[in-house]
């Protein structure tokens, strides 16, 4: 679990049990002083739609454990097979 604080725009965190990447992040308005934390936009990977967030200083959240793995290209054509 990491602080609210530093939560940062691409990072993937699990929002409700949802994987969810930050598309924008915002510290909080200069006149919401009963409020100290920050507003982010995030992006729910499995359905693909868009939520606002709004964390406190002192919250924590899961930062998601991505698995990467490398994408190939095959730079050659495919064999066809030829007939006689």
């Known amino acids: 679990m990491?602080?609210?604080t530093q939560i940062k725009?691409?990072?993937v965190i699990l929002f409700d049990g949802k994987p969810c990447r930050v598309t924008e992040r915002a510290p909080r308005d200069p006149g919401e002083l009963a409020w100290d934390?920050?507003?982010?936009?995030?992006q729910t990977l499995v359905t693909g739609s868009q939520v606002e967030n709004r964390?406190?200083?002192?919250?924590?959240v899961v930062?998601?454990?991505l698995d990467h793995h490398p994408f190939a290209i095959p730079l050659t054509a495919p064999a066809t097979n030829s007939r006689s």
């Open 2 to 4: 990491i602080p609210a």
């Open 9 to 11: 725009v691409g990072m």
């Open 37 to 42: 934390g920050s507003r982010q936009d995030d």
């Open 55 to 60: 964390f406190r200083s002192e919250d924590k």
């Open 63 to 65: 930062r998601a454990d």
